[in-house]
């Protein structure tokens, strides 16, 4: 059974950093794309970043570019997202998702910042 657990969301000031993580299990991690998107408060999900199995290709949305990082360690079945130079506009729940046959998302974690 597929299984995507974000952690990391926290309140942090204007400018900072966070790093998110996301332990998955039930599939073979090593051979699944894997993307973060974030959903603000009535609004649609979005893309944030997205990396190929072997991390080889990376995207980034046009706003997060720059300032933020994604990244994979195959060996502990775990994406990451590093966040720089956090904006007030970043505030919102972010998900892990990947595609295994259906599509699969995590219950998310919040990220708040404070001005």
């Known amino acids: 059974q597929v299984r995507l657990v974000e952690s990391g969301g926290d309140l942090v000031q204007a400018g900072g950093s966070l790093r998110l993580s996301c332990k998955a299990s039930g599939f073979d991690f090593e051979n699944y794309v894997m993307r973060w998107y974030r959903q603000f408060p009535g609004k649609e999900r979005e893309f944030v970043a997205g990396i190929t199995d072997t991390g080889d290709r990376i995207a980034y949305a046009d706003s997060v570019k720059g300032r933020f990082t994604i990244s994979r360690d195959n060996t502990k079945n775990t994406l990451y997202l590093q966040m720089n130079n956090l904006k007030p506009e970043d505030v919102a729940m972010y998900y892990c998702?990947?595609?295994?046959?259906?599509?699969?998302w995590g219950l998310g974690t919040r990220v708040a910042i404070s001005s």
């Open positions: 998702y990947t595609y295994v046959r259906a599509d699969y």
